[in-house]
């Protein structure tokens, strides 16, 4: 143990650890090629999914016909929103404090009612080869009602803007568990409306020498990691799930997985793959192909 004493000066020869090199135990495999991720999983009769995403910002889905996918020689199935169970809108309390709403959080994996952004999946095939999945993807039909998109928060906040969900409720602080994805008289884009204050704060605007306000406006981000989201999903006959996945939350994951699907937490087993980054995009806040690729596998009764 060092004692820190103010003013005192430091060298990297003081520590045991800063500045030392310490054994990356997955160096060797990283670099010699041994280490599997998440796409690097094969197994024996594994198919090969497809994600048919919407093309447009805002559009109720109509109908979706799968009937010359299907048809397709190699073709075993393809999966829609019809296929999820109805997942509930009360808020589900995960780990690390977070609340899940999964009357939304399930519409984000498969669109329902609407696809509600460019790329918003709306259904999934799987077939014995990948060249086959797109090209089942390209003859899987669905009609769509474009509808008017929302681009700007402003223009989501106006009396006469376009409402995407039509069934939300705004969840206000502090029980902001009130809200959530339930029927309501009053439509509004607005999801939450959070207040943050200390002391009296007009007695601080008052008693201040200057006011400064301003508004910020910044471009949608996301992680740059090398390897995408993946996933294998292996259904067994006896009702037990395996999943392999790249995620850096395989608990929440797996919790996310059951209420999903509606099935025990028992029955469903998440191996972690080596991850090629994630930096909070493979976090417990979002999860995307694990349910599909799953209810693929069960359809099929293989490797999805």
């Known amino acids: 143990m060092l004692e820190y004493k103010p003013n005192m000066v430091l060298s990297n020869e003081e520590f045991r650890v800063v500045g030392s090199r310490p054994v990356r135990h997955d160096g060797v495999d990283k670099v010699t090629g041994r280490a599997r ?30 009937s010359r996918a299907l048809a397709l020689p190699g073709v075993y199935a393809v999966v829609t929103a019809e296929d999820f169970p109805e997942a509930s809108a009360e808020f589900a309390d995960q780990e690390e404090g977070a609340a899940v709403n999964y009357g939304f959080f399930s519409r984000n994996i498969m669109a329902r009612e609407k696809g509600l952004y460019m790329g918003h999946a709306v259904a999934a095939v799987a077939a014995t080869t990948q060249h086959l999945a797109e090209e089942a993807a390209e003859l899987i039909d669905v009609d769509y009602e474009v509808l008017k998109p929302v681009l700007t928060a402003d223009d989501a906040m106006a009396d006469d803007a376009p409402i995407l969900h039509e069934r939300l409720l705004t969840m206000a602080s502090p029980a902001f568990r009130s809200g959530g994805y339930g029927d309501s008289d009053e439509q509004t884009n607005v999801a939450n409306h959070f207040v943050f204050d200390d002391g009296d704060v007009e007695q601080g605007f008052a008693e201040a020498d200057v006011i400064v306000e301003r508004e910020f406006h910044t471009k949608a981000v996301h992680q740059g990691y090398i390897e995408p989201h993946s996933a294998t999903a292996f259904w067994n006959g006896d009702g037990k799930l395996t999943v392999w996945c790249s995620t850096q939350q395989l608990f929440a994951v797996r919790d996310h997985i059951s209420a999903v699907l509606n099935i025990p937490l028992s029955n469903v087993q998440v191996i972690p793959m080596e991850i090629g980054g994630g930096f909070g995009g493979k976090g417990m806040g979002g999860m995307y192909l694990e349910p599909v690729v799953s209810l693929l596998s069960r359809k099929t009764g293989t490797y999805s």
């Open 37 to 66: 991720y998440a796409a690097d999983t094969a197994m024996p009769g594994l198919l090969y999914g497809k994600i048919v995403r919407s093309p447009h910002a805002h559009a109720r889905i109509r109908s979706i016909d799968a």
